[in-house]
């Protein structure tokens, strides 16, 4: 995707071939900023402290951060240590373990001499077969956004609500949920997002509208509440959120907030989708409210913002009183039932066993 005409990934090998480089996202929409990961240390904390997010981008993160590991340390104990350092930097993305495990099992029958090159080989090809996916992902939602737009006035826009960011920078390019919306906006159709805030990071204020900026896709910024209202009043026509898990009977596990649209959009009769490349399914998982782990995040990213001030400078202010408990559940599973279907890259089919098992032949 473009960044003021330029053309970039989240993620890429490092010019000089000693690292790899990343957009840190901690710093947007204030200030454009690159990181340098040279190590296994740095991988895991730009995963943990977010620099990276996004279940896609996560798991490309981490299939480079074994290469960065294995360059220092390729024995069996080595790639030990970097699958169990990655594994435990984030617990809810499933994308995390898939490219780790993916990562073991290439690496670990091959001579240690030979498991850093082999490593850094399978990154690229992770972060290929990524943006691959979200592009086929993209032409498979499109034609729901098209019949919309068939059953509407001649110009008059079809409103999509998104929710948290599933945009490129959750992935290593194109993104999940909006990537249909980038190639319905790219085809010409009049589209219009309404982009939730998305508390208590704000990754729908500051990365999901910053992305549709930057790319010229009208949207506009509300409050995570006021989906539920513009739903009443016919403002909505879809909804399409991202995942960081879904289990093999169609749960969706999303960024915390994702259940409430779910709800507002079935009392509402608007349709409720699911963007879900197939690294995200968790086939192992049938309940997800009782089997996904939620991650729980520190206080301070509730408590505290950071915004920009009147001068331009960048500020990080309270917002809550100074000894009051908080709780911050990062994610929240929607049941299948309140899922009208899974956009994935093989195709969309229903939130169901049966409908996943269609797509991808699993038994």
């Known amino acids: 995707m473009n960044v003021s005409g330029q053309a970039f990934r989240t993620i890429w090998p490092a010019a000089d071939g000693a690292a790899v480089e990343i957009i840190d996202q901690t710093q947007l929409p204030h200030a454009f900023v690159t990181a340098r990961l040279a190590t296994l240390a740095d991988t895991a904390h730009a995963i943990r402290a977010m620099l990276v997010r996004g279940a896609p981008l996560i ?59 082999a ?48 945009g490129w920078l959750c992935a290593v390019d194109v993104g999940t949920a909006t990537a249909p919306i980038y190639a319905a906006h790219d085809a010409g159709l009049p589209i219009h997002v309404w982009v939730d805030e998305t508390r208590p990071r704000n990754q729908g204020a500051s990365l999901t509208a910053w992305e549709l900026l930057n790319h010229g896709v009208p949207h506009t910024v509300i409050v995570d509440n006021a989906g539920g209202h513009l739903m009443q009043r016919g403002q909505v026509d ?37 963007a879900v490349p197939s690294p995200s399914i968790d086939w192992t998982l049938r309940d997800g409210l009782r089997e996904i782990p939620i991650e729980e995040r520190s206080a301070r990213e509730v408590t505290h913002l950071a915004g920009r001030l009147a001068d331009g400078s960048v500020a990080t202010v309270g917002l809550t009183p100074e000894g009051s408990p908080v709780a911050n559940p990062a994610f929240d599973v929607t049941p299948a039932r309140l899922v009208t279907g899974l956009i994935t890259e093989r195709g969309v089919c229903d939130a169901s066993e049966a409908g996943l098992r269609r797509l991808f032949h699993k038994v």
Not at 141 to 165: F, Q
């Open 59 to 117: 798991g490309a993160t981490a299939a480079w951060g074994l290469w960065l590991a294995l360059r220092a340390d390729a024995s069996d104990a080595g790639l030990a240590h970097a699958h169990a350092t990655l594994l435990a930097t984030r617990p809810t993305a499933v994308n995390l373990r898939w490219a780790l495990d993916r990562g073991r099992s290439h690496l670990a029958p091959l001579a240690p001499g030979a498991r850093a090159a």
């Open 238 to 274: 879809l909804v399409i959120v991202g995942t960081d898990r879904t289990t093999a009977t169609g749960d969706v596990c999303n960024k915390i907030g994702t259940y409430l649209k779910a709800l507002a959009a079935r009392d509402n009769g608007v349709p409720f989708y699911a």
């Open 119 to 166: 490593a850094r080989q399978l990154a690229v090809e992770i972060c290929e077969e990524d943006v691959a996916l979200n592009r086929a992902l993209a032409a498979a939602g499109l034609p729901l956004i098209r019949a919309i737009a068939a059953k509407k006035i001649p110009g008059e826009r079809v409103n999509v609500l998104t929710h948290c960011n599933a």
